[in-house]
């Protein structure tokens, strides 16, 4: 689904991402772990080119999405991406927060009142059915400012998924939320692994990773150092930097 060939990303001499070449399967859950500072959030964002490579290709379904001449906007619909500071908008409620960028690509698409009113029916109808799912439809109408961390966490998960994504990319999902509200947002994460949802993840939490992930990278230093199955790489680390790494987290 999501191929990097020699993907390389520089801040003036410093070099973030070094020459990266890597493939994300079709179904497969990839947990990225490593240092602060090794590259793996950058290397997520480069993946629906929110932070432009500085040299390098990213392949998304066989389409280069470096190629200038790419609507890159048309294929970001398809990869859904869920923030650590949540990023939703103070000044909506949490249904027009999920159902702004569905009726804003619906609308270029569909002329005419009644065809618009029809199909903003439908949206948010599956609205309301992501937010049951989370337990979160009578806060439909409420404001971000009014939810716990955990619930906006949530609603952000579910307004990537109201765009139908083929792949989600997680950065650091639970980062900002207290301790006891961790558990209710990896658990939505879970229950999408488990639904076969393609996903790529930064995440400090190495139970949670060792649990969820199909496989796994561990990023040092703006490479992709070592990957395998969660198995592999916690039981049988190769490396010294990840050995040492994980001496400090587990």
Request: hydrophobic fraction near 40%; charged fraction near 25%.
């Amino acid at each position: 689904m999501i191929e990097t060939i020699n993907l390389t990303k520089k801040y003036g001499d410093l070099v973030v991402l070094d020459n990266i070449s890597e493939t994300i399967h079709e179904g497969e859950r990839i947990a990225i772990i490593g240092p602060s500072g090794s590259g793996k959030s950058t290397f997520l964002r480069c993946l629906n080119c929110m932070e432009d490579p500085t040299s390098g290709s990213i392949m998304f379904e066989g389409v280069d999405l470096t190629d200038m001449k790419v609507d890159i906007n048309y294929h970001r619909q398809r990869m859904g991406m869920v923030f650590q500071q949540f990023n939703l908008f103070n000044n909506k409620t949490v249904l027009e927060n999920i159902t702004l960028a569905p009726l804003h690509i619906g609308y270029k698409k569909i002329k005419g009142r009644a065809a618009r009113a029809a199909f903003k029916a439908d949206v948010e109808a599956h609205a309301h059915e992501l937010l049951q799912r989370i337990g979160l439809d009578d806060w439909a109408d409420k404001y971000p400012s009014t939810l716990s961390g955990g619930q906006k966490q949530r609603v952000a998960i579910v307004r990537a998924l109201a765009m139908n994504p083929k792949v989600i990319l997680f950065d650091e999902p639970t980062s900002a939320l207290d301790p006891e509200m961790v558990g209710e947002v990896l658990d939505l994460i879970k229950q999408l692994a488990d639904e076969g949802m393609t996903m790529v993840i930064v995440t400090h939490e190495m139970g949670f990773a060792r649990e969820v992930a199909s496989r796994m990278f561990f990023m040092a230093d703006g490479i992709i150092m070592e990957q395998g199955k969660p198995a592999d790489l916690f039981d049988n680390p190769q490396s010294p930097r990840l050995k040492d790494f994980l001496s400090k987290v587990i």
